[in-house]
């Protein structure tokens, strides 16, 4: 079993997050850089079929696929 975490928008991601997810993370705070509040907007990392998924509080995730390509995209509702 794998715990999920959560931490601070523009803050260094925990331990916990796998290195694979960590530059689309950094690149998707750089495209909402004037957006983003730290004290409101936060990521989550929850694990789907074992594997990572980061929730933005902001509308976007970063996930890695069953193949290994890690994407960014907005929420789809």
């Known amino acids: 079993m794998q715990l999920g975490t959560r931490w601070a928008a523009g803050a260094e991601p925990p331990a916990s997050v796998p290195a694979a ?5 950094a ?3 750089s495209r909402l850089a ?3 509040t730290p ?6 990392l929850t694990w789907l079929e074992g594997r990572p998924l980061a929730e933005l ?3 976007w995730e970063v996930l890695l ?5 890690v994407i960014a995209r907005p929420f789809e509702d």
């Open 21 to 25: 997810l960590r530059s689309a993370i």
């Open 27 to 29: 690149e998707v705070e």
């Open 34 to 36: 004037g957006s983003l």
């Open 39 to 44: 004290s409101k907007d936060h990521w989550t």
């Open 57 to 59: 509080d902001a509308g």
């Open 65 to 69: 696929t069953a193949s290994g390509d």
